[in-house]
């Protein structure tokens, strides 16, 4: 093949990121077309805005051969579309809710100011018919992702979840780039959705896993890869409860993000790992000697710490072909900066996750606090300020894992369990295992209002383990002096 050809072509299917050098070549032909996701259509002659539509509405779609279920969806699929812009873009979404039932959209992990960040506490919910738009900067560069945060376990486990990713225009890493969206869907017999709160309580206290595995709203699509040459992975888990380990037999795989954009250094891995709402990017590359089909596995993550790994199943079949040569572009040792964290005399936030009886019922709570979606917004029990940085120290006081996320602070995680985290990234959620302590450093940039954390197993948030950080401006700190 003549290397100009491979150099279009690669210049046809990467949606963006820096040229491609002419040596490097790229995927095979049509490499991704029966996974890639559909780009939202961009209404904005301005090139530094992207301007969409949502709309959230039921559509019958096949997610299994020959059987139509309908789903809950933006614009009509399951995920809803990649939204794609650069960092620094302003993002607008007109959004129009036609579902039966109201909702609001949040934005996970970007830094929106408080009053478009979704969640019931700074949004009246969209009702039915009725419109609202989101308009924001993206200031960080990552892979991120949009849901409800009204009745959003059941929403979420409908099929309302789409990706958003933040290019960098100068970012280092030279790879075709795949967006891959896991979730899972509970269906009847006949197909159709299974009632959200199926099981009741046990359901909600044990969390509900959908029997049906998507990728990218496909049971097992085919991805074809070229040996030799990196594919960057942008995974993101968008199930309602569900783990996932991916596991790519003989590929060598290689962290280079994380929540919010690239990690400190590269991190060579065994399998890519993620609780719900957490991304990852790798780089995944299969050698020569995988010529021909394979697949890609998942197994569930270790949620009840059993501490041994769970079945692996196919979740894409993969077709691999002959590098041909190719050289791969060469990935950087040092991938993001990160400045020196000064650590001394930093206030500690002390949370608790744990269980709560409210009338004999067994709840899950934050600090002894059940919350709940109707509770009043203006009771809040937790308080920061503008310009503070604090470390937070979340022990998990429960039998099984809680997957930890915070509102609008992106922060840098310290230690888990007492083991240092191994490497320096910024994070929005984490994974707690049963009876361990998160250590995390956060700082309040100038965004005051309402910020929630809670589980994201979204059953778990709907028993109560929610709440709500209030951020004030700096000039409502009490001073040492009225402290007295
Ligand atoms: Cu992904 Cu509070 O949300
Ligand atoms: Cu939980």
Redesign the pocket.
Known sequence: MHPGWLFGLALTVSCSGPARPEETASQPERWDEQIALPLAEDLSADPNVLEVMLDAHLEQLELQEGVLTEMWTYNGGVPGPLLRAKQGDRLIVHFSNHLPEPTTI?W?GVRVPAEMDG?HAVQNPVQPGETFTYSFVLPDAGTFWY?P?INSAAQVGYGLYGPIVVDDPASPIVADDLVLVLSDVSLEEDGQLASSDESGWFGDYFGREGALVLMNGKARPTLKMRAGIPQRWRVINAARTRFFELVLPTAQVTRIGGDAGLIETPQDQASMLLAT?ERGEWLVTVPDSSVGRTYATFGDGDRFGLGFPSEQLPIIDVEVLGSEGAQPYPVPSQLRPFAELDLANLPVRQIELGEQLVDDVTYLAINGEVHQEGDHAGAHTHVAYVGDTEIWEVLNATEFAHPF?L?GFAFEILDLGGAPWPVREWKDSVNIPPGEVLRFVVSYDDRPGLW?F?C?ILDHAELGMMAVLEVRPQDEKPSAHENH
């Open positions: 949040h996970h969640s849901h945060h709402s996320h509102h929630m809670h994201h």
